[in-house]
Nanobody, 124 residues
Framework: QVQLVESGGGLLQAGGSLRLSCAAS????????MGWFRQAPGKEREFVAAISRGGRTTTYAGSVKDRFTISRDYDKNTVYMQMNSLKPEDTAVYFCAAHGGCSITPFRRQYDCWGQGTQVTVSS
């Protein structure tokens, strides 16, 4: 079955960097748009970033643009998110998701498969 397993979360101070990874199995990796979402306590799950099936197109939430970078490795069936200049408001559980459609999308309901999430905590 399809599995998405996130890793790389942690606790760090504001201004620091982290790289999240999401290892995908049980699917044809190159056929899926991959996305990252996050959910802070008491808040809705929100879009963070997505990358197209071919890896050429990316899109970001305004709050993370120019600080976060999404990428994918087809040999490792893994999607990454490099997070720089982290802020306390970036604190959340970060989820990896896969969308089987053709177009890159920020809409949560269009993603078919989800990982369990990894916690990122940024202290001030």
């Amino acid at each position: 079955q399809v599995q998405l397993v996130e890793s790389g979360g942690g606790l760090l101070q504001a201004g620091g960097s982290l790289r999240l990874s999401c290892a995908a199995s049980g699917l044809t990796f190159s056929s899926y748009v991959m996305g990252w979402f996050r959910q802070a306590p008491g808040k809705e799950r929100e879009f963070v970033a997505a990358i197209s099936r071919g890896g050429r197109t990316t899109t970001y939430a305004g709050s993370v643009k120019d600080r976060f970078t999404i990428s994918r490795d087809y040999d490792k069936n893994t999607v990454y998110m490099q997070m720089n200049s982290l802020k306390p408001e970036d604190t959340a559980v970060y989820f990896c998701a896969a969308h089987g459609g053709c177009s890159i999308t920020p809409f949560r309901r269009q993603y078919d498969c989800w990982g369990q999430g990894t916690q990122v905590t940024v202290s001030s």
